[in-house]
């Protein structure tokens, strides 16, 4: 089974505190996603990444940015924590494109971050 | 905007009955997923449609890919209490690296 663990379920921060959020998969996806979610919103992509040390911006990457040192690894990062990042953040991982099962996204059970 | 239009928002019904939930794009996409989502965790597959005016079933759900990859339906027949979730549909691109879901429907089923 695919497991996608994220290193916390439940974080509370301060407004302007740096926060690191972390995600780590056990199946060697090269393809690896953060979304936060929001209701009526839906998922909305900050960022992913489809090789180590590589990164693309998605639809709302303002306010963020992303570490991927090793394959297994994608952390996201609030330089300056803002109350309007208060979310549930849910990362990703999937195969590359031209491998069968490409189309699929696993997911961690997410972190539901709180900026005070 | 959204990419992908889910309707409807909210569905709150009662066991036994039968629902219909909708995605709609006036894009075209490789593949469509469905996931569920139950409160506190992350999204679960629970089928990819590929092929246009694919239909598949997995036990009481029936998720059917509409001819011109744009759009798809998810029907439960039969609702029970343990379908009670967040149902979510996500739109692949066509080369994988980006997925588009849609808002979500949030079900209820009493008992």
């Known amino acids: 089974d695919v497991k996608v663990t994220q290193s916390s379920r439940y974080l509370v921060k301060r407004t302007g505190e740096k926060v690191f959020l972390e995600c780590v998969q056990d199946m060697d996806h090269e393809n690896m996603f953060w979304y936060r979610q929001d209701p009526g919103l839906g998922l909305r992509l900050i960022y992913f990444?489809?090789?180590?040390?590589?990164?693309e911006k998605g639809d709302i990457p303002e306010g963020y940015s992303v570490s991927r040192e090793k394959k297994e690894r994608f952390s996201l990062i609030l330089e300056s924590a803002s109350t309007n990042q208060t979310s549930m953040y849910l990362c990703a991982s999937s195969l590359p494109p031209g491998t069968g099962g490409a189309d699929t996204q696993y997911f961690g059970p997410g972190t539901r971050l709180t900026v005070l | 905007t959204q990419l992908l239009e889910q309707s409807p928002q909210f569905l709150s019904i009662q066991e036994g009955e039968n629902l219909t939930v909708y995605c709609n794009s006036s894009?075209?996409?490789?593949?469509l997923q469905w996931y569920r989502q139950e409160p506190g965790e992350g999204p679960v597959l629970l089928v990819t449609v590929v092929t246009g005016g694919e239909v598949k079933k997995l036990k009481r759900l029936t998720f059917q890919f509409g001819d011109a990859r744009k759009d798809s339906s998810l029907h439960i027949t039969a609702a029970q209490p343990g379908d009670t979730g967040l149902y979510l549909c996500a739109g692949a691109s066509y080369n994988f690296n980006k997925f588009y879901f849609g808002s979500g429907t949030k079900l209820n089923v009493k008992p």
């Open positions: 894009s075209v996409f490789s593949s």
């Open positions: 990444s489809y090789d180590v040390k590589m990164k």
